[in-house]
């Protein structure tokens, strides 16, 4: 390893690491010129050169780096991961227990002490994320404190970390046994299929496992549902095992169709029962509404940021869009589940961007269900951005 730098941190922010904030922002760092080795330990020091936090440095869209201690005697070293991993094993110790789901995250970032690393587990597989060359060149540390922590069949990984912050195409395979992929993961019963070894993406997005519960178990019989940005269809799935008339998947990658496909066959329903489109979802929009569709239940649940052929969507910027051309599918007594994953505002925001559509549309609504992220996602309360989840279930009156 690397000897451990000095690293002057600017006023305001060295109160902010004393209380726990995780995070190097690029402004808290005096004279940044110093890094150079991505992976390198940073002692961080106030204006007077007394000892903050050790950090390490590892550039990613957030920032430089993160606060890995804050206790000076402390070493960075494979011991150091395994306290992190046996800490964060025995938070979701139910999890491992419970036999109606077997995915989930087992280790989350800063909230679990360790910014820039996220873990999930899949039924026997563990999936590693790393989001910078720096958290990335701690690797065999990692993956030899995982070994002393769990049991597993095979290890993956993913790399996200190239000068985008985007995932680098790659074998994934790590250590352990590969896969035969699709594995099918259960989550509260529903099935899953899921590849570890292609592409970013996994088929499923974890942070969302209470809310398809939810639509399955109290909002899905006999209604018909549209699902936006549907991705593989896990929403439509469980609300087709909720009972749905009908569910309609609209995404405009090609693949989402297949993948829809099997997300339904792994559960034991007919696709053919169900529709599944690829288009964008603002031409979907306009189709809707000339053929005077209308939905008891539109689920919205689109990226950050996206860019198709005709438009863009920035979720900060045009949620409340978005919602408008959702309420006016949506039947009288009809049912909204809007979320988002942007991190960048917080419930308040993002209740004002719903009430402003509705105010637009002179209709009233109700929240009736507010959800954040699950519980295996544990945040660290101190770093707001990390608590990005945010889901609402809107009865229109
Ligand atoms: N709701 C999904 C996850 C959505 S991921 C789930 O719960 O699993 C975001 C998806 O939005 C991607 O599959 C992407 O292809 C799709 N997407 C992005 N812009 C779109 C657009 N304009 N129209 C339709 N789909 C879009």
């Known amino acids: 390893?690397?000897?451990?730098?000095?690293?002057?941190?600017?006023?305001?922010?060295?109160?902010?690491?004393?209380?726990?904030?995780?995070?190097?922002?690029?402004?808290?760092?005096?004279?940044?010129?110093?890094?150079?080795?991505?992976?390198?330990?940073?002692?961080?020091?106030?204006?007077?050169?007394?000892?903050?936090?050790?950090?390490?440095?590892?550039?990613?869209?957030?920032?430089?780096?993160?606060?890995?201690?804050?206790?000076?005697?402390?070493?960075?070293?494979?011991?150091?991961?395994?306290?992190?991993?046996?800490?964060?094993?025995?938070?979701?110790?139910?999890?491992?227990?419970?036999?109606?789901?077997?995915?989930?995250?087992?280790?989350?970032?800063?909230?679990?002490?360790?910014?820039?690393?996220?873990?999930?587990?899949?039924?026997?597989?563990?999936?590693?994320?790393?989001?910078?060359?720096?958290?990335?060149a701690f690797k065999k540390m990692i993956v030899a404190a995982l070994k002393n922590t769990a049991e597993f069949k095979g290890v993956y990984e993913k790399k996200r970390f190239d000068t985008k912050g985007q995932y680098m195409e790659d074998d994934d395979f790590v250590t352990g046994e590969r896969g035969e992929f699709p594995i099918i993961v259960k989550e509260n019963s529903m099935n899953f299929a899921v590849y570890l070894n292609d592409g970013a993406m996994t088929g499923i997005f974890l942070d969302q496992r209470e809310v398809r519960r939810q639509i399955r178990d109290h909002y899905a019989y006999e209604k018909t549902v549209l699902n936006t940005f549907s991705y593989t269809g896990a929403f439509s799935v469980a609300a087709a095992l909720g009972g749905a008339m009908k569910t309609t998947s609209v995404d405009l990658a090609k693949r989402s169709s297949a993948k829809t496909i099997e997300q339904f066959s792994v559960n034991a329903l007919d696709y053919e029962n169900q529709e599944i489109r690829v288009m964008d979802v603002f031409n979907y929009f306009d189709y809707a509404k000339k053929n005077e569709l209308k939905f008891d239940m539109v689920i919205l649940d689109p990226p950050s940021f996206a860019r198709s052929k005709k438009y863009t969507f920035s979720a900060a910027k045009d949620y409340t869009k978005l919602m408008k051309d959702a309420i006016a599918i949506t039947s009288n007594k009809g049912m909204i589940v809007a979320s988002t994953n942007n991190g960048s505002f917080g419930m308040k925001k993002f209740k004002e961007m719903i009430d402003k559509a509705f105010q637009e549309h002179g209709k009233r609504y109700m929240i009736v269900e507010e959800y954040r992220l699950p519980r295996d996602f544990h945040i660290n309360r101190m770093f707001k951005e990390g608590d990005y989840l945010k889901v609402l279930f809107i009865r229109l009156k």
Request: hydrophobic letters at 40%; a negative charge; glycine letters at 10%.
């Open 1 to 136: 390893m690397q000897k451990e730098i000095m690293v002057q941190v600017k006023e305001p922010f060295a109160g902010e690491f004393r209380k726990g904030y995780p995070l190097v922002a690029k402004e808290a760092v005096a004279d940044q010129e110093l890094l150079k080795i991505e992976g390198q330990v940073m002692k961080l020091t106030d204006v007077h050169g007394r000892f903050i936090a050790k950090a390490y440095y590892g550039e990613q869209n957030k920032g430089l780096g993160w606060v890995l201690t804050r206790d000076e005697e402390e070493i960075i070293d494979q011991a150091f991961f395994e306290r992190k991993l046996a800490t964060s094993f025995e938070r979701r110790a139910d999890f491992f227990e419970d036999t109606e789901t077997t995915a989930f995250r087992v280790f989350h970032g800063e909230g679990d002490g360790i910014g820039g690393l996220t873990i999930d587990y899949y039924d026997g597989f563990y999936l590693l994320s790393w989001y910078s060359a720096g958290i990335y």
